[in-house]
């Protein structure tokens, strides 16, 4: 659930999970190609379903915040988290800034 800062708390059910498959039909009739897209900031790691074609996110972002210290591991377990909360399973990108 998103409170007023749009920082998302962990889902408890695998019933409450977004899940998405990579390519589902669009409006056009042809695949719609979808991605990962994951956000490591100072605050928070946000992660969700990207429509690659517009770059538009698709339905609802998932956060949770940035470990400290933001240690590589403790970053990327928290990235895996996050991706996890939408049982994706396809590629994802992620922009990482230095460390």
Do not use: Y
């Not at 429509?51 to 990235?79: M, Y």
């Amino acid at each position: 659930m998103c409170g007023a800062r749009r920082t998302c708390q962990p889902l408890r059910s695998a019933n409450d999970r977004h899940r998405f498959s990579a390519a589902d039909p669009s409006t056009n009739g042809g695949p719609q190609r979808r991605g990962f897209g994951i956000d490591v900031g100072g605050s928070g790691v946000k992660g969700g379903i990207v429509d690659l074609d517009t770059g538009q996110l698709i339905g609802e972002r998932f956060k949770l915040e940035t470990p400290q210290p933001a240690t590589p591991e403790a970053v990327s377990k928290t990235v895996a988290a996050v991706v996890r909360e939408f049982g994706w399973t396809e590629r994802s990108a992620s922009p990482i800034p230095a460390w």
